[in-house]
Each structure stands twice: as C-alpha cells, then as structure tokens.
C-alpha cells in the first residue's frame, strides 16, 4: 500500500510540473485536460459524411508523447482556421492533417507562408482509403457549398492498396464508407462507441487517460525514431481507374490534382510511376518521399516537423501551378 501511495504521490507531482511547463507553450489552454472533462466527445459518429468527424467548433489538448497539442476544430469539423472560399482544399489522411504536430508545423501551413496562398487542410487521423476522400469531397464541395480554387486530393502507399478493403482494426466501430460493386455505401458499425454525449464513469475514463496512460505509455511507443524495413507493394490499376472515375461522376467545377505520396514510410508502390489515366478533371501526379525513415518519421510512423517540411517541398510545386 505504501508503494501505491508514493506512486500516486510521484504522478500528482509529475502532473504540477506538467502543467508549469505547459503554461509556458500553450497558456491557458494547458487547462484544457481539465476543462475537457465536461466536454462532448471529441469524435461523433455521422453516417452521411465517413465516420471520423471530429467535433465541431471544439478545442482540446491532445496529449501526444511529443507534448500537448491544442487541436482547434473548425465549423467544417477539421483542424485548421475557418476555410476560405479562396483558398486551396487538400484532402488526406493523418499525414495530411498533422498528426501530432502544432498546427505552425504543419506542411500545409509552410506552404502557405512560402507560396502566400490559404490552403484549407481537410485531412483527418482515421482514414482507411481514398473513398472516405470521395464522401468528403462531395460533403464539403456540394453540401457545405465550399467553393475553392483549387483541390488536391492527396493519397499515401496504404491507402492506395486498400482500396476496396476493409479496416481490421477499428471497422466493428466507426461507419466507414466502402465499395460494393460499383457503389460506395456505409458499414454499419457493430459496435458504435460514438455519440453526443458521455456518461459519468466515461468521462471518468477519458479523463484518466488522457492524463495518465498517455504519459506513461505512449512514452514507451512512441518516444524515438521509427522502425521498419521497407516493403515493396504491388497495386491493382482497376481499382484505382475506379477512384478517378467515381471522383469524374461528381462532376466537379474545379479540376482536381489527385498525388500519390509513393515511399512514404518506406512502403514503395511498384510501377505507380507508370500509371495513367485519360481524365480532362483529373491532373494525377506521383512523387517520391526519400528512403530515410529515422530522420523523417517519430516512432509511432507519423512525419516529424523535420519529415514535414520535406514533405512540403515536394509537394509545393502541385500546390503552385
């Protein structure tokens, strides 16, 4: 029992050091682990859009092992500023987004400073396969009426081997969109953890988590470099002919410049390079991320703010013409 007591003792003061430190990066909004516990859940379950919508017009701390991140979510229920009707969309997964990063240190917003453009990052943690990306697309540009200038629909290794697959590990949970025949629909989920509200002992457990496990055992995952040998993966052309084509049914107004981030994470897709399509609305571009995996990525296989800014030089041609 005596252990237990200086265990609980150590973590309270862990937790006062934390939060001295973290007025000095984030003010106020250090307090937001707190605060939150009052909060509506961060995730909301939408069959009409793909499942993984965050809350809308919400701010959180996110505790990532690399520090606490205050993630501030737009009316479009993204983590970026209100988007301009100017501006360029890109549409991704977790790389796209910024997982884990602050928002200054995203590739999206060095783009913007050195290009002097408003890109409206619509990427988002969760995203499975490309599909996700064509509900999107159609929420954000018919439903919501968002009119850019200018769409980059932005895919990494797995997402274009997945295409038409199921998610192993959280498919039972979240509404994910997928293709049957030759139409997208919804999996229902078995297991739907979301929702508007939390009970009492959920809040009581997000609460825990967030200031406990997250500091203890992400620090074991995810503290140093990634790992990983690379793979060498093949792709079904067909399946992504029927990417293109489902985008081209939507008959968009802009013209949409669809990349393939090839090697990223060291997953190289073989003869991607080679692929082509015939599309007048679809500018499809492949470029390549250098094979340095440890200087790039965090353990957990996210771009570090170094893999960011790499990231943002290949990309900043597509975002300029």
């Known amino acids: 029992m005596k252990y237990i007591k200086k265990i609980v003792v150590y973590v309270i003061i862990l937790e006062a050091f934390n939060l001295v430190i973290g007025l000095f990066y984030n003010g106020t909004d250090t307090f937001l682990s707190f605060t939150g516990f009052n909060d509506p859940p961060l995730y909301y379950d939408m069959d009409s859009l793909y499942g993984v919508t965050r809350q809308k017009n919400a701010k959180q701390m996110m505790h990532y092992p690399w520090g606490g991140i205050v993630n501030e979510i737009n009316s479009h229920g993204f983590r970026d500023d209100e988007f301009n009707d100017d501006g360029v969309l890109v549409v991704g997964n977790s790389f796209v987004e910024g997982f884990g990063m602050n928002k200054e240190d995203r590739f999206s917003e060095i783009i913007e400073q050195e290009l002097d453009i408003t890109i409206n990052n619509a990427g988002s943690g969760g995203v499975w396969t490309p599909i996700q990306g064509i509900v999107l697309l159609e929420h954000l540009l018919k439903s919501e009426k968002l009119d850019c200038s200018k769409i980059v629909f932005v895919m990494t290794p797995g997402e274009v081997v997945n295409i038409g697959k199921r998610n192993p590990k959280n498919d039972p949970g979240r509404n994910y969109p997928y293709r049957e025949g030759d139409s997208i629909v919804f999996h229902k989920a078995k297991y739907n953890s979301f929702g508007n509200n939390l009970s009492l002992p959920s809040k009581v457990k997000r609460f825990c988590k967030s200031l406990l496990m997250f500091k203890i055992f992400n620090t074991f995952k995810y503290y140093g470099a990634a790992k990983g040998k690379k793979k060498e993966l093949d792709f079904d052309e067909k399946k992504l002919d029927w990417i293109i ?77």
């Open 245 to 321: 084509k489902k985008i081209e049914d939507q008959k968009f107004d802009q013209v949409i410049d669809i990349v393939v981030i090839n090697n990223l994470g060291r997953m190289h897709l073989n003869g991607i390079t080679e692929y082509r399509n015939d599309s007048d609305k679809i500018h499809f571009h492949v470029v390549e991320f250098p094979d340095e995996l440890s200087n790039y990525f965090v353990a957990n296989g996210h771009l570090s703010e170094k893999g960011n800014k790499v990231l943002a030089e290949i990309l900043k041609p597509i975002f300029k013409n």
